[in-house]
């Protein structure tokens, strides 16, 4: 027999919980030798209902009239009252060898006398909460278990014979609904499969707003690529605490070693440093040409083209900037003193010989030097209308101009440029707050109150911390009356 309750779920207040991750679930119990599952008989039906509270599930039928004595499935709040007591039954049992969705509990363990003890556990706590398992579907003591549609062992977990029938059967969607269905069903393995958004794109691609409904030949692609993954039967594994762990890492200006003594590390890295002594690992050197995590720190961007925030546009092509530093007396002068091999100026400046370019050198960092376009001053305007095209702050303006450009003065330009702006000066909001004075000319004493707390102050001899001031807006009398505290008890009653 089934109720609809739509209606009386639409005026009930939710009940909010969060369930368990199916995902963390499988994880933390997967790896055991043995597995056994219990399941709870009518799960909703083992909670009892308040009087006051079965007039509100009440149903009517060809029999007569009746109200339910449990909680019945199909109202609001059902799974979450449910959860919760099992949870209370459970919580403090739960772990790597506990776990439990809703009235589905699983138990690991590495031997039989473990699983007796633990079985025993669980047997208990349910008696005492008085719940009932139903012995149809208890399944205890097996090396490979099906759980939550996962097929559990001590290699790790893989979706089961059941599921993967009904994927590797789902036809070809003719319509969104269709996908959705789908998508919905494959949503529910997505940790098991490797870069699963970007294989599932197209499809999902058909159910956005505005998209007409076409299955391509992506959408093929990506619907037999995932039902053989599926086919496949992908296999998480745990991770296996007698083999070795490998952490790469890179180490910054001093070395590892320096870091591990304890007395010359602020109080956070001593506290790291104490909970590593309780693992045994040894550190080992290698090399930065062949650690890959020390690949980003040694990476030299050699490449002025890297980084394009926004488009140049002709007048700062390189051809036309080289032709500019030319003809600028600033620049050409500086390209003459590196073509005679002016050690002075060569530290600072260098002729890129992929673009010809006149280049700035920026230390970055202990080791790392950035090469910087130089901008003639006839060029400078260009360079800041370009930049400050989307009209961004003096700031995000100069972050993009120094990205690829130097010159001097560059940061004092940038805001002068920006604040002198006729675009941004116009649209900028302007802020004015507005004050309303009380007007006087109709009021009469005692009419409108002012009211404010002066505190903490000194305790006083009679035990008061507080000055409540009362302020009448009509002739300025002021009262002040000591209080011990600021409890919207006390200052009524004061105002009493």
């Known amino acids: 027999m089934v109720v609809d ?47 006051s509270d079965k007039q509100k599930l009440a149903f009517c039928s060809e ?52 699983m007796k003890t633990r079985l025993q556990l669980v047997f208990d706590r349910l008696a005492k909460f008085n719940l009932t398992l139903d012995p149809n579907k208890i399944q205890i003591c097996k090396t490979n278990i099906t759980y939550l549609g996962f097929n559990i062992s001590a290699n790790g977990y893989a979706p089961s014979e059941d599921n993967i029938q009904k994927v590797t059967k789902f036809p070809v969607s003719q319509n969104v609904k269709q996908v959705q269905s789908y998508l919905g069903m494959m949503n529910y393995f997505r940790h098991l499969i490797y870069n699963y958004a970007e294989v599932v794109e197209p499809i999902v691609n058909l159910t956005r707003k505005g998209t007409p409904f076409v299955w391509s030949e992506n959408c093929q692609d990506a619907f037999n690529v995932m039902q053989e993954i599926i086919l496949n039967k992908p296999t998480i594994k745990n991770y296996d605490e007698s083999k070795p762990l490998y952490l790469t890492t890179d180490a910054n200006a001093k070395s590892l070693t320096y870091h591990m003594n304890l007395y010359k590390q602020p109080d956070i890295v001593k506290r790291w440093l104490l909970y590593l002594q309780d693992f045994s690992y040894n550190i080992d050197h290698i090399k930065g040409c062949d650690n890959p995590a020390d690949f980003l720190s040694r990476m030299q961007i050699e490449d002025v083209e890297v980084n394009n925030l926004f488009h140049m546009g002709d007048q700062l092509s390189h051809s036309n900037i080289k032709l500019c530093q030319s003809m600028d007396s600033c620049t050409s ?164």
């Open 333 to 496: 002068e500086i390209i003459k003193k590196i073509e005679e091999k002016d050690s002075k100026t060569c530290q600072k400046y260098f002729i890129d010989s992929y673009t010809g370019l006149l280049m700035f050198k920026i230390k970055s960092g202990k080791d790392q030097i950035l090469n910087k376009i130089y901008i003639p001053r006839n060029l400078v305007r260009d360079c800041l209308l370009v930049a400050h095209a989307p009209h961004f702050g003096v700031q995000k303006t100069y972050d993009f101009i120094k990205i690829k450009y130097f010159w001097p003065g560059m940061y004092a330009d940038v805001k002068n440029f920006c604040e002198n702006c006729c675009n941004c000066m116009q649209n900028k909001p302007k802020r004015k707050t507005i004050t309303h004075s009380i007007p006087k000319h109709h009021l009469a004493p005692g009419e409108f109150l002012a009211m404010d707390i002066v505190g903490k102050l000194p305790r006083s001899v009679d035990n008061q911390n507080y000055i409540l001031t009362i302020v009448d807006h009509y002739s300025r009398y002021l009262e002040a009356i000591p209080i011990p505290n600021t409890t919207s008890n006390t200052i009524i009653r004061h105002l009493n």
């Open 5 to 51: 309750y739509r209606l009386l779920n639409s005026v009930t207040e939710s009940f909010k919980i969060c369930l368990p991750k199916i995902a963390d679930i499988l994880h933390e119990i997967s790896g055991k030798k043995w597995y056994s599952v219990l399941d709870l008989k009518s799960a909703f039906f083992q909670i009892k209902l308040k009087n």
């Open 63 to 114: 029999l007569g009239n009746f109200q339910p004595t449990r909680l019945p499935f199909g109202s609001k709040n059902s799974t979450s009252y449910f959860h919760l007591l099992i949870s209370k039954c459970l919580d403090d049992l739960k772990g790597p060898n506990i776990q439990f969705f809703l009235d589905d509990i699983i138990i690991a363990a590495n031997s039989i006398s473990e």
